[in-house]
């Protein structure tokens, strides 16, 4: 396990010792792709950490996009955050009910729109329920906190930067997806969506990030699974995946390693593979 950085990834031991801090905020970030057949609010609503804020990614998003869960503008963030009573001075950590998948694109967001004092609870729910800790139905009492919001703009790419990027050469770009659907060999969960990956990109499915309990792996670890992918962490890094969401895992990993010209591209491949006049590579190419 990981040492605790409330910048980054925390224990569950780390959140158990901090439960009743005044200024802290625990956000459930649960999300599930549609064939998991999860409900994740309804999870919520059964069982959560104590305190614990419903994130539903897709409504905290761009529904301006035809593209799945976008950024939100930062008007709309700012407003949910402080209906949920989130705002300036306060320790975020975000968890999710599958471990370490879907809360790592809510840390990434809280980080390109400017706060830094987010993490990532490590092991997510499956691991504080497994160590039997508490658990509630209830809903939180909540208190509108004043945010301030300062939108890093570079920590985000849209695909015309993935484009240059790609044909220049001069970023790693790092796809989260698995081996088969970054070769082209397994169908994509999205019909319509043409099968292979970003021409130039390294591929580093986001599971082998995790140890088997399904904790993120120890720096040392994290750096030499970039490297064993064929990633040169001198160059600046774009992630990648389906639909923006396991990318934020690989943009966490490369925090934890000290990597932070990092950007994530929103709209992967559910964006990519759309575009008939993309170019596609498949293979290990």
């Known amino acids: 396990m990981s040492a605790d950085d409330p910048r980054t990834l925390v224990s569950t031991a780390w959140l158990?010792?901090?439960?009743?801090?005044?200024?802290?905020?625990i956000l459930d970030a649960s999300w599930y792709l549609p064939d998991d057949g999860r409900d994740p609010r309804a999870d919520y609503a059964?069982?959560?950490?104590?305190?614990?804020?419903?994130f539903d990614i897709d409504e905290i998003a761009d529904l301006r996009s035809d593209l799945p869960h976008m950024v939100p503008?930062?008007?709309?963030?700012?407003?949910?955050?402080?209906?949920?009573?989130?705002?300036?001075?306060h320790q975020v950590v975000v968890y999710d009910g599958a471990g370490v998948f879907s809360a790592p694109r809510v840390w990434w967001t809280f980080r390109l729109m400017g706060k830094t004092d987010v993490a990532v609870l490590d092991?997510?729910?499956?691991?504080?329920?497994?160590?039997?800790?508490p658990v509630e139905d209830l809903p939180p009492v909540v208190r509108d906190r004043h945010m301030t919001?300062?939108?890093?703009?570079?920590?985000?790419?849209?695909?015309?930067?993935?484009?240059?990027?790609?044909?220049?050469?001069?970023?790693e770009?790092?796809?989260?997806?698995?081996?088969?659907?970054?070769?082209?060999e397994e169908p994509e969960p999205r019909a319509g969506l043409r099968a292979g990956h970003i021409p130039g990109a390294r591929n580093l499915p986001w599971g082998e990030l995790l140890t088997a309990d399904g904790t993120?792996?120890?720096?040392?670890?994290?750096?030499?699974?970039f490297e064993a992918a064929g990633?040169?962490?001198?160059?600046?890094?774009?992630?990648?995946?389906?639909?923006?969401?396991?990318?934020?895992?690989?943009?966490?990993?490369?925090?934890?390693?000290?990597k932070t010209d990092t950007a994530v591209y929103d709209g992967s491949w559910a964006e990519w593979g759309s575009y008939d006049d993309l170019p596609i590579a498949t293979g290990d190419a």
């Open 73 to 89: 503008p930062v008007e709309k963030f700012m407003a949910r955050m402080r209906a949920m009573g989130i705002g300036d001075g």
């Open 16 to 25: 158990a010792q901090h439960l009743k801090d005044p200024d802290l905020r």
């Open 231 to 258: 990633v040169d962490l001198s160059k600046p890094a774009i992630t990648t995946c389906g639909s923006g969401v396991t990318a934020a895992i690989l943009a966490l990993a490369l925090e934890r390693i000290g």
């Open 173 to 184: 770009i790092i796809d989260a997806r698995s081996a088969g659907r970054f070769r082209g």
């Open 123 to 133: 092991g997510g729910f499956p691991k504080w329920r497994a160590e039997g800790r």
């Open 149 to 171: 919001v300062s939108r890093r703009n570079q920590m985000v790419k849209d695909v015309t930067q993935v484009a240059r990027a790609a044909k220049l050469g001069d970023h």
């Open 216 to 225: 993120m792996k120890d720096p040392p670890a994290l750096k030499a699974a």
């Open 46 to 54: 059964a069982a959560h950490i104590p305190g614990a804020r419903f």
